[in-house]
């Protein structure tokens, strides 16, 4: 019996691993941004004067191979968008140029895995934390009152890419 109920304890905690695992770094090597919001207040930097609220979750698949990146909210009926003569290392590092008619997004660059504002007119202005904050607020745990990065107050200058020398 004992031997039984380890069984089903190890199988539960791997299960719940995998799962914990695949939503930010899927099994096709997407990166998941997960965005709040600051809800009966207003940012100051990265603190939120009222309650911060789980916001929508930013999926960006790179291909090195075909030079693009798409992305899209995962669960939402919006179009997904597609980035065309991008440069990509992998998938926390490319750089992309905007183009006129693009989908509304809120990075058109990842460094090491977080976006990094290029063209303040280009990206959607977001606040963001780590991944198991923001399930700790959906679970509806409390208390948070900062975001822990945000495309408005990156300190990170963009990298100089291919793109910025005209070569894709």
Partial sequence: MLRGLVFVVIVVVGLGGFIWASDRITLEGERTIYTV???QGTWDGLRCTGHIAPGDRHRFRASHSRSEVVYWIAGSPKPSGKYTGCSVTDRDHW????????QPSIAHELSDGKPVQRDASADLPFHAVHKWKWWAMRAGIDG????????????????TTSLDAGRH
């Fill in 95 to 102: 750089a992309c140029k905007a183009s006129a008619g693009d």
């Fill in 144 to 159: 948070f009152h900062k975001a822990d990065f945000s495309n408005e107050l990156d300190p990170h200058p963009p990298r």
């Fill in 37 to 39: 919001a600051c809800e």
